[in-house]
């Protein structure tokens, strides 16, 4: 990784605020204590009442997240579904039916009310007019999707799954997940996936859920006080997003724990799970695609594996694993080409010219030209199903069956897995909501596909071959959709380099339990091969090329041999309150000239570190004594007569180290505590040193 630290920044640091969980987790004690207190009064039954709603409002909070993520996601795979259709034509029976609603009871070769847009525009055949047609409704699509979000909610473009990190690491970014973002995620994200941009919906649904489960929560007392209950809903929104993006409870359980989330007790986890449930049981009752399936790639597989596919296997996983790596690097030269040269203001003229010139390749191949969720749905159908699966027009997805044209299927999914390579190397990350969980699973499927074929022509003209001494005579051996469901695991492993996360999610899609060793196989290859490649997935590498504030495990390596004195902001820098005390109109003064500060070290005359303030609680008191004299004294410890005491603001224990205490502990603290900082002071005799703060870890270790 340390050919590409260049792209590390930490120029964004100030746009975020810090969440100081131990502070937050007092003022918890203290709410819940005040509720206890209560019991004391007369008001018993009411006390009790409130008492048992507050511990049920937070399964409320979860059952209500829950069934809108279901609800939205339903909402946006059937828009998105009709959209892409609209590219290749309409239904003469009501343009707002797709094809597969348009031709429900009729087989597609016979189906006449759908009608191309040759045959709607000009009633006869003109290969020009589909492909005008394609390429037009599929550019136009891109150009509004780009102007809504840049008009009206800009941080709903990309992914996201950076920010979510950064959010729940204890960083605060404010609009993020609000309303109207939620709002231009949805619509945007149908119009980008259905424009024909190599970009999938999987990973902004993480961000559409989170948005959810923020806008939902935010409307009861309990979590508005609280940052550390809101990251609760927002961790269990997170595993929801993934669960209805690929009909997975418990995969996306499992991702929000591995690649997501840096704090998830045993608390959280029982939430996230109930919430990826109701989600997924709230879209299965929606039924967007009318099969009873949550997605449209899932599949099934009634063959087993002979162990001598396991070389093939262990390639499926080196090409994820290279395919992985070479993206991401590719991936960052186009972003930061992009950030250099690319305005915010050339957004719709960006994803306009990248969806033409998407749509205008991508319509030459049958396996590019539809929607990458249903390229998956043929790729990884067994071909006694395949055959009977519905052609989209201009199709031939039955000759993938056909041992005649093997030749032609191997070409075409080669052909398929480069343009989809090149497409989603430079369309993930324009300035549209875009994902890279399904175009990298795509591009994976397309190769296992292809080399599947290959095992497979192999196997029909070599039958005596020792390779497939284990094959039973005149029975099929080789099953090409299974390697297509392994390239796609693989792959994705590769891009986002989670793996417990992407064998479950899997095996949930398939339900195929014999392929588990199979599926850990490519897996395990993909990860080592592109860990060699490049450390860390694409989210962790666009939190460093974006100047996310992210606290990750690849800071401990640039802390070595390093202790807090070689890190903190000394103490001739910062801003301390005097504990014995300082006149009003001083302190006034000296909050107004330290707005960059959240807080204040209090100390004594000697310059020994007594506590620490927070700036919100001071400047709140120093309002309420507006009408007392300027002269007036505050004391931050034990007052005088006529003084006024904020001693109650101070926290006499703030979380302390000594100069040389090891970076590594450090981080450690700000991980598995989560204060806002942490005071330096000197072993001698316990003056205030320095102050450390999570943004100067990372100033120190990504500028190394």
Request: charged fraction near 15%.
């Given at each position: 990784?340390?050919?590409?630290?260049?792209?590390?920044?930490?120029?964004?640091?100030?746009?975020?605020?810090?969440?100081?969980?131990?502070?937050?987790?007092?003022?918890?004690?203290?709410?819940?204590?005040?509720?206890?207190?209560?019991?004391?009064?007369?008001?018993?039954?009411?006390?009790?009442?409130?008492?048992?709603?507050?511990?049920?409002?937070?399964?409320?909070?979860?059952?209500?997240?829950?069934?809108?993520?279901?609800?939205?996601?339903?909402?946006?795979?059937?828009?998105?579904?009709?959209?892409?259709?609209?590219?290749?034509?309409?239904?003469?029976?009501?343009?707002?039916?797709?094809?597969?609603?348009?031709?429900?009871?009729?087989?597609?070769?016979?189906?006449?009310?759908?009608?191309?847009?040759?045959?709607?525009?000009?009633?006869?055949?003109?290969?020009?007019?589909?492909?005008?047609?394609?390429?037009?409704?599929?550019?136009?699509?891109?150009?509004?999707?780009?102007?809504?979000?840049?008009?009206?909610?800009?941080?709903?473009?990309?992914?996201?799954?950076?920010?979510?990190?950064?959010?729940?690491?204890?960083?605060?970014?404010?609009?993020?997940?609000?309303?109207?973002?939620?709002?231009?995620?949805?619509?945007?994200?149908?119009?980008?996936?259905?424009?024909?941009?190599?970009?999938?919906?999987?990973?902004?649904?993480?961000?559409?859920?989170?948005?959810?489960?923020?806008?939902?929560?935010?409307?009861?007392?309990?979590?508005?006080?609280?940052?550390?209950?809101?990251?609760?809903?927002?961790?269990?929104?997170?595993?929801?997003?993934?669960?209805?993006?690929f009909g997975a409870p418990i995969g996306g359980?499992?991702?929000?724990?591995?690649?997501?989330?840096?704090?998830?007790?045993?608390?959280?986890?029982?939430?996230?799970?109930?919430?990826?449930?109701?989600?997924?049981?709230?879209?299965?009752?929606?039924?967007?695609?009318?099969?009873?399936?949550?997605?449209?790639?899932?599949?099934?597989?009634?063959?087993?594996?002979?162990?001598?596919?396991?070389?093939?296997?262990?390639?499926?996983?080196?090409?994820?694993?290279?395919?992985?790596?070479?993206?991401?690097?590719?991936?960052?030269?186009?972003?930061?080409?992009?950030?250099?040269?690319?305005?915010?203001?050339?957004?719709?003229?960006?994803?306009?010219?990248?969806?033409?010139?998407?749509?205008?390749?991508?319509?030459?191949?049958?396996?590019?030209?539809?929607?990458?969720?249903?390229?998956?749905?043929?790729?990884?159908?067994?071909?006694?199903?395949?055959?009977?699966?519905?052609?989209?027009?201009?199709?031939?997805?039955?000759?993938?069956?056909?041992?005649?044209?093997?030749?032609?299927?191997?070409?075409?999914?080669?052909?398929?897995?480069?343009?989809?390579?090149?497409?989603?190397?430079?369309?993930?990350?324009?300035?549209?909501?875009?994902?890279?969980?399904?175009?990298?699973?795509?591009?994976?499927?397309?190769?296992?596909?292809?080399?599947?074929?290959?095992?497979?022509?192999?196997?029909?003209?070599?039958?005596?071959?020792?390779?497939?001494?284990?094959?039973?005579?005149?029975?099929?051996?080789?099953?090409?959709?299974?390697?297509?469901?392994?390239?796609?695991?693989?792959?994705?492993?590769?891009?986002?380099?989670?793996?417990?996360?992407?064998?479950?999610?899997?095996?949930?899609?398939?339900?195929?339990?014999?392929?588990?060793?199979?599926?850990?196989?490519?897996?395990?290859?993909?990860?080592?091969?592109?860990?060699?490649?490049?450390?860390?997935?694409?989210?962790?590498?666009?939190?460093?090329?974006?100047?996310?504030?992210?606290?990750?495990?690849?800071?401990?390596?640039?802390?070595?041999?390093?202790?807090?004195?070689?890190?903190?902001?000394?103490?001739?820098?910062?801003?301390?309150?005097?504990?014995?005390?300082?006149?009003?109109?001083?302190?006034?003064?000296?909050?107004?000239?330290?707005?960059?500060?959240?807080?204040?070290?209090?100390?004594?005359?000697?310059?020994?570190?007594?506590?620490?303030?927070?700036?919100?609680?001071?400047?709140?008191?120093?309002?309420?004594?507006?009408?007392?004299?300027?002269?007036?004294?505050?004391?931050?410890?034990?007052?005088?007569?006529?003084?006024?005491?904020?001693?109650?603001?101070?926290?006499?224990?703030?979380?302390?180290?000594?100069?040389?205490?090891?970076?590594?502990?450090?981080?450690?603290?700000?991980?598995?505590?989560?204060?806002?900082?942490?005071?330096?002071?000197?072993?001698?005799?316990?003056?205030?040193?320095?102050?450390?703060?999570?943004?100067?870890?990372?100033?120190?270790s990504r500028s190394h």
């Open positions: 990784m340390s050919d590409i630290s260049h792209t590390k920044s930490t120029a964004r640091f100030d746009e975020f605020a810090t969440v100081d969980w131990i502070d937050d987790a007092a003022k918890e004690r203290r709410r819940l204590q005040g509720l206890w207190g209560h019991l004391g009064t007369r008001r018993v039954s009411l006390s009790w009442v409130y008492l048992a709603y507050d511990a049920a409002v937070s399964w409320i909070v979860i059952l209500l997240v829950g069934v809108l993520i279901g609800v939205n996601t339903a909402l946006i795979s059937i828009v998105t579904e009709w959209l892409s259709d609209a590219k290749q034509g309409v239904c003469s029976r009501g343009w707002w039916l797709n094809q597969k609603f348009c031709c429900w009871e009729e087989a597609d070769e016979a189906c006449a009310a759908w009608l191309t847009w040759d045959q709607a525009l000009v009633g006869g055949s003109s290969g020009f007019i589909r492909w005008l047609a394609f390429v037009g409704t599929g550019t136009a699509m891109a150009a509004t999707c780009a102007f809504l979000v840049r008009g009206y909610a800009p941080l709903a473009a990309g992914s996201g799954l950076g920010e979510i990190k950064a959010i729940l690491g204890g960083f605060v970014i404010r609009g993020f997940m609000g309303g109207w973002t939620l709002v231009m995620k949805s619509v945007g994200l149908a119009l980008a996936v259905g424009s024909g941009l190599s970009v999938g919906k999987e990973g902004p649904a993480v961000h559409m859920g989170c948005c959810i489960g923020n806008v939902v929560a935010r409307n009861f007392s309990k979590y508005r006080r609280s940052a550390a209950r809101q990251r609760e809903v927002i961790s269990a929104a997170a595993a929801a997003g993934v669960a209805v993006a359980v499992l991702f929000s724990l591995e690649d997501l989330s840096s704090h998830f007790p045993r608390k959280t986890l029982w939430r996230s799970f109930l919430c990826a449930l109701i989600a997924t049981v709230s879209l299965q009752a929606m039924n967007p695609f009318r099969t009873g399936k949550l997605v449209m790639f899932q599949a099934t597989y009634d063959r087993d594996w002979h162990f001598f596919e396991t070389g093939f296997f262990v390639l499926l996983g080196v090409f994820g694993g290279v395919f992985g790596g070479l993206c991401i690097r590719l991936h960052l030269r186009v972003a930061a080409w992009r950030r250099r040269y690319v305005r915010p203001a050339d957004a719709v003229t960006e994803a306009a010219i990248l969806a033409l010139g998407t749509t205008a390749i991508t319509y030459a191949n049958v396996y590019t030209r539809a929607d990458m969720g249903e390229l998956l749905a043929y790729l990884l159908q067994e071909c006694p199903s395949a055959t009977a699966l519905q052609q989209p027009t201009g199709g031939g997805w039955g000759g993938m069956c056909d041992p005649a044209n093997s030749g032609r299927v191997i070409i075409g999914l080669l052909a398929a897995t480069v343009i989809r390579a090149v497409g989603t190397i430079v369309a993930y990350g324009c300035r549209v909501p875009c994902g890279i969980f399904v175009p990298s699973m795509a591009i994976g499927a397309s190769f296992g596909r292809m080399l599947g074929t290959v095992a497979q022509h192999l196997h029909r003209t070599h039958p005596k071959w020792a390779l497939f001494a284990q094959c039973a005579p005149d029975t099929p051996c080789i099953t090409p959709a299974t390697y297509a469901f392994l390239g796609a695991a693989a792959a994705m492993c590769g891009v986002t380099k989670v793996t417990v996360a992407v064998v479950v999610i899997m095996y949930e899609l398939t339900g195929a339990l014999n392929f588990i060793v199979p599926t850990m196989i490519v897996v395990m290859v993909a990860r080592v091969i592109g860990d060699a490649i490049v450390e860390g997935g694409i989210s962790e590498q666009l939190i460093l090329l974006n100047g996310l504030p992210f606290l990750g495990e690849d800071e401990d390596e640039c802390l070595l041999d390093t202790v807090a004195a070689a890190i903190m902001r000394p103490a001739e820098e910062l801003v301390v309150l005097p504990a014995a005390g300082i006149s009003l109109h001083g302190l006034q003064r000296l909050v107004d000239n330290s707005s960059g500060f959240r807080g204040f070290p209090v100390v004594d005359g000697d310059m020994r570190l007594v506590g620490y303030a927070h700036r919100d609680g001071v400047v709140k008191a120093i309002a309420s004594y507006e009408a007392a004299s300027a002269e007036t004294m505050v004391a931050f410890g034990s007052s005088g007569p006529g003084s006024i005491s904020l001693a109650h603001l101070v926290n006499p224990s703030p979380t302390t180290v000594r100069p040389r205490t090891a970076a590594e502990t450090v981080v450690e603290m700000f991980r598995k505590l989560g204060p806002r900082v942490v005071l330096v002071a000197s072993e001698e005799d316990g003056t205030l040193a320095g102050l450390l703060t999570r943004k100067d870890i990372l100033r120190h």
